[in-house]
């Protein structure tokens, strides 16, 4: 975020910009990125933000990615100081139900898919074994007696692909560790003002033992949304159902998000990360399937306006941003004219 930062100070000679990491080095900022319970890692990010003395008259915050709906969770849950402006850059404030870079209808993607169901949702499976009726022959094509190390179409080395040697990490750390979790926090919020992305993992350390320890280490795992299965994501849901007071209307939450000046939500409309795209903008799919998908104005969260975002819309604070481009590819000039002269200065 080092180049945000820049520019931003450039054009608006005098400004305090603050760029949080999380962690005790860079190494511990970019796990962070994956692993941590994103509840605790937002108390510590409202914990720097009250004591940091240059942003008590209030600050503008920007939120990159996944950052996008951490920091609208500190608008939420952390009203002072207050955060004034509010941009998110491709986030998914209704959550993901894809992998980055996978088409529908792809065999791997759509066994991942289901994988990242049992994985965000279910705390126990039973494997049963059925000797009767007895098998008498045994025929097996291609099969992996061995086992597997990697994963289909992908190239043996790590440094070919990020994602490939990610999924082979999680897949190691899924199949091994039932019950161990990761000390995590916020992956590098960019605040003004504060940013959250993904990035590389380059180490994992495991120190100890909770109860779902998929929810509570993996990042991603707590944004994922299952419009095949609301019930399910609506009740094992650790963050991303709580924020959107999709289990209970926590009028705090309501109320503190209204405070916002503006709540700008930037699209990438070539996004090839963030599935379904509509997330960027509040939308996603119709419950019960995963083809249609219903705006933010279609959404029940919007009509019973759950959340306060029909009535800051009817505000006029919402702004609904578009770029054609893939997950957060922008230009510096648009950058500086769309966002920073607007809702910066």
């Given at each position: 975020?080092?180049?945000?930062?820049?520019?931003?100070?450039?054009?608006?000679?005098?400004?305090?910009?603050?760029?949080?990491?999380?962690?005790?080095?860079?190494?511990?900022?970019?796990?962070?990125?994956?692993?941590?319970?994103?509840?605790?890692?937002?108390?510590?990010?409202?914990?720097?933000?009250?004591?940091?003395?240059?942003?008590?008259?209030?600050?503008?915050?920007?939120?990159?990615?996944?950052?996008?709906?951490?920091?609208?969770?500190?608008?939420?849950?952390?009203?002072e100081p207050a955060m004034r402006n509010l941009i998110t850059f491709g986030g998914q404030h209704q959550g993901?139900?894809?992998?980055?870079?996978?088409?529908?209808?792809?065999?791997?993607?759509?066994?991942?898919?289901?994988?990242l169901n049992l994985g965000a949702y279910i705390k126990r499976a039973v494997a049963e074994r059925c000797p009767?009726?007895?098998?008498?022959?045994?025929?097996?094509?291609?099969?992996?007696?061995?086992?597997?190390?990697?994963?289909?179409?992908?190239?043996?080395?790590?440094?070919?692909?990020?994602?490939?040697?990610?999924?082979?990490?999680?897949?190691?750390?899924?199949?091994?560790?039932?019950?161990?979790?990761?000390?995590?926090?916020?992956?590098?919020?960019?605040?003004?003002?504060?940013?959250?992305?993904?990035?590389?993992?380059?180490?994992?350390?495991?120190?100890?033992?909770?109860?779902?320890?998929?929810?509570?280490?993996?990042?991603?795992?707590?944004?994922?949304?299952?419009?095949?299965?609301e019930e399910d994501y609506r009740n094992y849901s650790i963050f991303l159902a709580d924020i959107n007071n999709?289990?209970?209307?926590?009028?705090?939450?309501?109320?503190?998000?209204?405070?916002?000046?503006?709540?700008?939500?930037?699209?990438?409309?070539?996004?090839?990360?963030?599935?379904?795209?509509?997330?960027?903008?509040?939308?996603?799919?119709?419950?019960?399937?995963?083809?249609?998908?219903?705006?933010?104005?279609?959404?029940?969260?919007?009509?019973?306006?759950?959340?306060?975002?029909?009535?800051?819309?009817?505000?006029?604070?919402?702004?609904?941003?578009?770029?054609?481009?893939?997950?957060?590819?922008?230009?510096?000039?648009?950058?500086?004219?769309?966002?920073?002269?607007?809702?910066?200065?």
């Open positions: 975020m080092g180049r945000i930062k820049k520019m931003v100070e450039e054009r608006i000679p005098g400004i305090y910009v603050r760029s949080l990491m999380i962690g005790g080095n860079i190494i511990a900022d970019e796990e962070h990125g994956y692993f941590g319970n994103v509840n605790n890692q937002v108390e510590e990010v409202c914990q720097k933000l009250s004591n940091d003395p240059e942003l008590q008259g209030g600050y503008h915050a920007m939120g990159f990615s996944q950052g996008g709906q951490f920091l609208r969770t500190v608008a939420e849950r952390c009203p993901i139900f894809g992998l980055p870079n996978c088409p529908s209808g792809n065999a791997l993607c759509e066994e991942m898919r289901r994988l009767n009726p007895s098998m008498k022959n045994l025929v097996t094509l291609g099969g992996q007696h061995e086992g597997v190390f990697g994963l289909p179409s992908c190239p043996s080395s790590p440094s070919e692909s990020r994602l490939c040697e990610y999924v082979r990490k999680l897949l190691n750390y899924g199949s091994y560790v039932s019950n161990e979790s990761f000390d995590g926090g916020l992956h590098n919020p960019f605040l003004l003002t504060t940013h959250w992305e993904l990035s590389d993992i380059i180490q994992i350390t495991m120190p100890h033992t909770t109860p779902n320890w998929i929810q509570d280490s993996l990042v991603q795992a707590q944004y994922w949304h299952d419009p095949l299965h999709e289990k209970v209307v926590n009028e705090e939450y309501r109320s503190n998000l209204k405070k916002l000046e503006n709540f700008v939500m930037v699209k990438f409309l070539k996004d090839s990360m963030v599935v379904p795209t509509e997330s960027e903008w509040f939308g996603f799919y119709s419950p019960g399937q995963d083809q249609e998908i219903l705006s933010l104005q279609q959404t029940e969260l919007y009509l019973e306006d759950r959340l306060g975002l029909k009535e800051m819309d009817e505000a006029g604070k919402l702004k609904f941003v578009s770029v054609d481009g893939d997950h957060l590819e922008f230009s510096d000039e648009w950058f500086l004219q769309e966002i920073v002269d607007k809702y910066v200065t």
